[in-house]
């Protein structure tokens, strides 16, 4: 149990273009997923918590509009990368919860960007 | 200083031998606390989440919690080079506040 799938598992695309990553809980629901970025040999660093049909939370320092967070469904979550640029280039993993205090997060295996 | 400390490592042993990872932490609110696998370019895998202080026993991996020192350890015993990752230690406060603050994640390589 507790698999979330992430989609796709790399992409690589031009300066300027935006890039949507998908996230999805397949055998539960998922009232909260997050999402992190994280460059080699770092550790993760958390992006925004998303509830299913409300606003994410972005955390100090992330641009809401260039990382735009969609929370439709308990079971699937969208990240997209807008006007991506090189410095962008990253591994995003996103995890996902029930959301409660005794809850902990299942990661999905991760997206490669590369922004050339 | 940072909420949480993990040694980077590299951490190298042979097969069989037994590891120890640790972290400290300096938010006493912490109540939970996780130790995430990760091999090259793949999400987490969670291994162990613990409760509180204690013990807690799972195979060939034990973690514990000593909230007093604000430590946490996670021990392999009889180590194999499959267990050969990066290891995160991560925690949270609870209640609504249950994002995760992680360590910076010690890298193990078990030689066979």
Known sequence: GAVVSQHPSRVICKS????????????FQATTMFWYRQFPKQSLMLMATSNEGSKATYEQGV?????????????????????????????YICSAGTGTSTDTQY????????VL | QKEVEQDPGPLSVPEGAIVSLNC???????????WYRQYSRK???????????GNKEDGRFTAQVDKSSKYIS?????????????????????????????GKGTLLTVNP
């Open chain 1, 16 to 27: 300027g273009t935006s890039v949507k990553i998908e996230c999805r809980s397949l055998d």
């Open chain 1, 63 to 91: 641009e809401k509009d260039k990382f735009l967070i969609n929370h439709a469904s308990l079971t699937l979550s969208t990240l997209t990368v807008t006007s991506a640029h090189p410095e962008d280039s990253s591994f």
């Open chain 1, 107 to 114: 990661f999905g295996p991760g997206t490669r960007l590369t």
């Open chain 2, 24 to 34: 400290t932490y300096s938010n006493s609110a912490f109540q939970y606390f996780m």
């Open chain 2, 43 to 53: 999400g987490p895998e969670l291994l162990m989440y613990t409760y509180s202080s």
């Open chain 2, 74 to 102: 996670l021990f392999i015993r009889d180590s194999q080079p499959s267990d050969s990752a990066t290891y995160l230690c991560a925690m949270s406060g609870g209640g609504s506040n249950y994002k995760l603050t992680f």
